[in-house]
């Protein structure tokens, strides 16, 4: 279970989180929505770490995984590299290759395995952002904006893999500003505006979820 308890982020004079509260149940995937600058971003990388807090705190027992927006795989790097190289820093004497093989056999990235990023498409690129996550074995992996510039059916595959690696045990957390693409995914779905909770919207309770969603932008 992840606790988020009266959270607040400021930079500079801007308040980019205000008093945030959330319980997240361990095995759900959790889609954040809201407007640009609503503080989407800025939460996933708080409980990552990546930013501190102003005030408030934020209790959980998971190892965290993070899918970042813009990839960032090494471009020096092939897939296998990119792939073992955080493992490699926990454990030199491992090889990975039977790890990576099936992660990529999943993925249906097994003959890009030597490929540099440069060579992969947008798509090919989020899946090994994935599969780099996955490597480190997390409880709790968050995304930051997993369909970005990705074409309709590419979108449709990922929400296919993500749901393939989510299970009772990992906890997802995805922000985005595709409301069809959280509504195809989550379990629920939080909308952050203006650094604030603006709805907290169950996907099975709601048959129109996008519609109900969109009235809050």
Partial sequence: MLTINNVSKAFADHQILKNINLTI?????????G???????????IIQKLET?????????HKVGFMFQDFQLFPHMNVFENL??????????????????????????????YFYPQK????????????RSLMMKPDLLLC?????????????????????VCNDKMTMIIASHDLDFLSKIADRIIVLKDGSIAADIKTS??????ASLKKLY
């Fill in 25 to 33: 149940d361990t095995g759900t995937i959790v889609g954040l929505a």
């Fill in 35 to 45: 407007p640009s600058g609503g503080g989407k971003s800025t939460l996933l990388r």
């Fill in 53 to 61: 807090i102003d005030r408030g705190d934020i209790s959980y027992d």
């Fill in 84 to 113: 073992s190289y955080a493992p490699k820093q926990v454990n030199k004497s491992t090889s990975y290759h039977a790890e990576i093989d099936d992660l990529l056999n999943k993925l249906g990235m097994i003959d890009k395995k």
């Fill in 120 to 131: 992969l498409s947008g798509g090919q690129k989020q899946r090994v952002a994935l599969a």
């Fill in 144 to 164: 930051d904006e997993p369909t970005s510039g990705l074409d309709v059916a590419t979108i449709d595959d990922i929400v296919d893999l993500l749901k393939s």
């Fill in 205 to 210: 309770e709601d048959e129109d979820i996008v």
